[in-house]
């Protein structure tokens, strides 16, 4: 039987709150381990890559396991909903994290130190025996490109990115919302 109850968007709000944490913790241990080059960090963001991607799946099958106890579940549109909007929780949550690390932490460091990672000349050998000088300059200007944008820009790409990520993930983790697990755990 489908839920008539609409709690499930509570959860949605608290489940979307520890995702954008997760999200916004793998954002700073990358952009900290590539501006400190800090092999221990990014061995962390790693750790925090298979949490980000496990943990959508997890609180999912929470909700459902708690909606089967008092014997309700969410149908296929209501779980869709309910992860389109966790993963919009987490996408606003860190994007002000990626906005208040470019506005307020950065001051140009990340991409001080990726035109060091890209201008050493043993990299350049590298894309010039390849053949491929004109791309490593492409690289390079957009590079520049970004490292002009605004802390706004910045953020609202990578919003834009997660959002991307959100919506294709929605399909999947809703449908894990709206298992019925009748099928799987017999009374």
């Known amino acids: 039987m489908a839920t008539t109850n609409y709690t499930y968007r509570s959860y949605s709000m608290e489940y979307g709150t520890f995702l954008g944490l997760s999200w916004g913790l793998l954002f700073l241990c990358y952009v900290e381990s590539i501006s400190y080059n800090n092999g221990l960090l990014m061995m962390l963001c790693l750790l925090f890559v298979g949490t980000s991607l496990l943990l959508p799946f997890m609180l999912a099958l929470r909700l459902n396991r708690k909606l089967f106890i008092i014997g309700e ?55 010039q025996q390849m053949g491929m000088e ?22 609202l790409g990578l919003f834009n990115n997660n959002f991307m990520f959100g919506i294709v993930m929605s399909f999947i983790v809703g449908w894990v919302a709206s298992f019925d697990l009748k099928k799987v755990i017999k009374k």
């Open 73 to 127: 579940r969410l149908s296929y549109i209501q779980g869709l909903f309910f992860s389109f909007s966790m993963f919009m929780y987490a996408c606003l949550l860190t994007g002000l994290a990626t906005f208040a690390y470019f506005k307020f932490l950065d001051d140009g460091s990340l991409f001080e130190q990726l035109n060091n990672m890209f201008t050493m000349p043993e990299l350049t050998s590298v894309y």
């Open 134 to 155: 004109e791309q490593y300059k492409q690289m390079l200007d957009v590079l520049k490109d970004i490292e002009r944008m605004s802390a706004f820009d910045k953020a």
